[in-house]
């Protein structure tokens, strides 16, 4: 297995050092056929778009474990699964909703909002969301350049208003434990830094990335470590995810979810107030719920703001408030995410 898997890991790393995570990443499906073959559908049930173009297809067997067999809406599969409505170009849909490019000081890093800043940290996924708003973010021209993270360093230590600073990407948990540790080992020299955040997709999607090398980085951090997993839907936790999180839990991160709003995936109230339940079993507190941003090839996904207001008011009929999300957008130039 090991000799048909090297083009991801690491030339460094000599075979049998080679983490278990990073073997499940470079197996991971990224043939639109294989994927229905797998789940007993018939390519004719689906509108499947040619796999060309720039984000393919790629998904984890652990997770397509957890999709339906012969279910062509299977909830899980038809947020990777690449169709023909992306290729729709309706008004409003841009390649960079967010104008992040204007909010960037220095390659990588989004300093939009007060006492945090964001920096990405790669482009690579172990899974590709088809909604995904970074999904023709050019990582190239904003990724801080192989480790060289001295004018991100830079800029934090010279702006003391910066408590936080959030891991993203594309996944930080893509990097290896070695550049991890590299990166906090710069960052905890800024003296008024004092929270770490990771958003990553990788402990519901990859769990196996949550090994021994990775938690023995997290408990040796002197920064408080918050980690916003993101999980749309209640059947991407199963036991295994859950044994993940405990284990985060355990090495002292506060752990906390978003979600995006997706048609078809997760837009009503059952299944919303059961995956807020199965998060909370799994030790994390739901955070935020997004409305869709508006990239080029998501329009299909996309809620309206009565219904996803409806959505809302549903379920704080039905939950305690601790796990009713926030319903937020992005919009370009406000001080947060706003509430809807
Ligand atoms: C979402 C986001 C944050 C974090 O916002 P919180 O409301 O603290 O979760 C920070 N920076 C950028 C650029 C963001 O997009
Ligand atoms: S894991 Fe996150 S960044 Fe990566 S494709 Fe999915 S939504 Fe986008």
Redesign the pocket.
């Known amino acids: 297995m090991i000799g048909k898997t090297p083009a991801i890991i690491p030339r460094t790393g000599k075979p049998e050092h080679t983490p278990a995570w990073q073997i499940e990443l470079a197996r991971a499906v990224r043939s639109g056929d294989e994927l229905l073959h797998l789940l007993d559908i018939e390519p004719d049930q689906l509108n499947i778009r040619p796999l060309t173009g720039d984000f393919p297809l790629r998904v984890p067997r652990g997770f397509v474990r957890r999709m339906g067999r012969g279910d062509p809406h299977d909830p899980l599969l038809l947020q990777v699964l690449p169709v023909h409505e992306e290729t729709e170009a309706p008004g409003g849909y841009h390649t960079d909703p967010?104008r992040?490019a204007d909010?960037m000081p220095v390659p990588g890093l989004?300093?939009?909002?007060h006492?945090?800043?964001?920096l990405t940290v790669t482009g690579a996924c172990a899974v590709h969301c088809r909604y995904c708003f970074r999904r023709h973010f050019s990582y190239t021209d904003a990724n801080p350049a192989q480790g060289q993270w001295t004018q991100v360093i830079d800029y934090l230590a010279a702006h003391a208003g910066i408590h936080?600073l959030?891991l993203?990407g594309g996944d930080p948990l893509s990097l290896t434990d070695d550049r991890l540790h590299q990166l906090t080992g710069r960052l905890e020299g800024v003296e008024h830094l004092h929270t770490l955040?990771l958003?990553t997709r990788m402990p519901v999607v990859l769990p196996e990335r949550i090994d021994t090398g990775l938690l023995d980085w997290l408990a040796g951090l002197s920064l408080r470590t918050v980690v916003?997993v993101h999980c749309n839907h209640p059947n991407e936790i199963d036991d295994s995810v859950t044994r993940a999180m405990q284990r985060l839990a355990q090495a002292g991160v506060t752990l906390l979810n978003?979600s995006v709003l997706l048609r078809g995936v997760n837009d009503d109230a059952g299944t919303l107030a059961r995956l807020s339940e199965r998060l909370f079993a799994a030790g994390i507190l739901p955070?935020?719920l997004h409305q869709l941003d508006r990239v080029q090839g998501a329009a299909h996904f996309e809620v309206d703001d009565a219904r996803a207001r409806e959505l809302l008011c549903a379920l704080r009929c039905r939950l305690p408030g601790y796990l009713v999300p926030r319903l937020?957008r992005?919009v370009p130039g406000e001080c947060?995410?706003l509430p809807l």
């Open positions: 967010l992040e909010d989004l300093h939009k909002y006492g945090r800043a964001l936080e959030i993203s955040r958003h916003v978003q955070y935020y937020v992005e947060s995410k």
